[in-house]
Every structure is written in structure tokens, then in C-alpha cells.
């Protein structure tokens, strides 16, 4: 708690054990000096979250210290990849009835810059909901119709069995993302700023937020611009629900699944 900041964010595959990734992220700042002071060496401050990823491809293959350090090393190359890379390899939507009537997701990432303020998300979206255009209300992916040509609604589907849990919802559901901005706001600013920016998930996502779903989402500021909390937490919503709209836009079909590029009238 004393603590005003962090020195990463991972953002993981795996499940739990993708846990063992964090070592490569720690490696890769200490040896550049950065973390906190603590006289024999400085330890870096760095909050992990996995999606659970297990039931797509071999669940024998998780991400590891290696694995991390290199991902930290191509960061600085600058280059911008979405979709089935990293940790959104193994990412699924609409999985309400299993991952066999699942659609293909993964990364995605949008940022908007008005004036000097810029905010930025990236979100891994690996839902048992339905994912739907931000802008327009439109469907983008989710739970496949039983001959797996069009898309059928989740929300739907969950009240017809009101009385009784489905069976297959409690696998493989994690939403997780990150917030960035330039804006100076504190660490109490930047609880509110992760609060208004998981709207995002609410205005893109249907249903989320559900006990099948282990969604969070963190936030962090890079920059000293002066801001209103209250602007910098609406486009946090805006540019994370694109986000999600980009991770699932962007996927290729994989696994066997179909994505969003499959039924191009969607989008």
C-alpha cells in the first residue's frame, strides 16, 4: 500500500500456471535497474493476470519465465500485433454451451489522443459472453447456432435455463486488459479511472461480469499532463470497449473455431 506505482503489467495465458511467467518480467527489470530500492538490489513491482486458457490446443503449453522475457525484449521493437498472438492464442468467446459451439478471440488494442491526453487499452478477451460492436450494437462473435453458420445469443440462451446452472459455463473465462494514460492522476484517481474503464466491458461484452467470468483490468499513468479524472475515465470505456471490438476483429480462425472474420456481414 505504500507504494505509488507499478513497474509492469503481465498480462498472461495459462491459467495459474502461467504464474510462472512473472519471473521473466522481474529478470528482464532488474537487470535494467528498474524496481524498488531496497538496498542489495532493487525489486520490481509487477501485477499479473492469466486467462484461463487450458481447454484450447495442448494445456501442457503455458507461457514461462522464458517465454516473458523475450515478450518483454519484442516490446521494445514498437510494433503493434493483435489478435492470435501472445497471450491471445488460446482466447475463445461465447462459450455458454462449451468451447465446441465457441467462437475464435484474442487481443486487441486502441487508443484515442485528444489534445495533449492520450489513453490506450489493451484487452485479452477470453468471455463466456457475447461480443458486440461498441459504436453501433451490432453482434461481432459469441455462441454459435448449432450448425455453426451464424451466431445465436447468449443472453438468450442463458434464460432458457433460469432454473438451473449450465452445465459447461464454469470453464475457460477470463477477461483481463490494461489502461494507459499520459494524464497525471493518482493512485486513488487511478482506482476511479479502472472502475469507469471497465464500462467498457459492460458496453461491448453480454454477459460479463457473471461468476463464470474471472474478469479485472488494470490502469496506469505514464505522464504529468493535467486532466479531469472524468473525461480521462470515459475514453478509458471507450477505448477499452474497442479494444474488445479489435481483439475478436482481428482474430483468424484457429483450433478448429471460426472468428469474426468468417462472417464478414457481422462486422
Do not use: W
Amino acid at each position: 500500500m505504500t507504494s505509488q506505482g507499478l513497474n509492469g503489467v503481465l498480462l498472461s495465458g495459462g491459467s495459474a500456471f502461467g504464474l510462472d511467467a512473472a519471473g521473466g518480467v522481474l529478470r528482464y527489470l532488474e537487470e535494467r535497474g528498474i524496481g524498488l530500492d531496497v538496498g542489495v538490489t532493487k525489486v520490481p513491482l509487477i501485477s499479473e493476470s492469466c486467462v484461463f486458457d487450458l481447454a484450447v490446443g495442448n494445456s501442457h503449453i503455458r507461457p514461462d519465465e522464458a517465454m516473458a522475457y523475450a515478450a518483454c525484449e519484442d516490446a521494445q521493437k514498437k510494433i503493434l500485433r493483435e489478435g492470435n498472438v501472445g497471450v491471445g492464442t488460446g482466447c475463445t468467446v461465447g462459450k455458454l454451451l462449451g468451447v465446441d459451439y465457441a467462437m475464435k478471440s484474442g487481443i486487441g488494442i486502441h487508443a484515442v489522443q485528444i489534445g495533449k491526453i492520450q489513453v490506450g487499452s489493451i484487452v485479452v478477451v477470453n468471455a463466456l459472453g457475447d461480443v458486440f460492436d461498441i459504436d453501433t450494437g451490432l453482434p461481432l462473435a459469441g455462441l454459435l447456432t448449432e450448425d455453426k453458420n451464424d451466431l445465436r445469443s447468449t443472453e438468450q440462451t442463458c434464460y432458457t435455463s433460469i432454473e438451473q446452472p449450465v452445465e459447461n459455463a464454469f470453464v475457460c473465462n477470463t477477461t483481463i486488459g490494461c489502461v494507459v494514460t499520459n494524464a497525471r492522476l493518482s493512485k486513488s484517481e487511478m482506482n476511479k479511472i479502472a472502475a469507469m474503464a471497465s464500462n467498457g466491458y459492460v458496453r461491448s461484452i453480454r454477459p460479463v461480469n457473471t461468476t463464470a467470468d474471472g474478469d479485472n483490468l488494470y490502469a496506469a499513468s505514464l505522464g504529468q499532463e493535467p486532466a479531469s479524472l472524468d473525461v480521462v475515465g470515459t475514453l478509458a470505456a471507450y477505448v477499452t470497449g474497442k479494444a474488445v471490438n479489435r481483439a475478436v476483429l482481428l482474430a483468424k480462425r484457429a483450433y478448429g473455431l471460426k472468428a469474426a472474420c468468417d462472417f464478414s456481414q457481422k462486422s
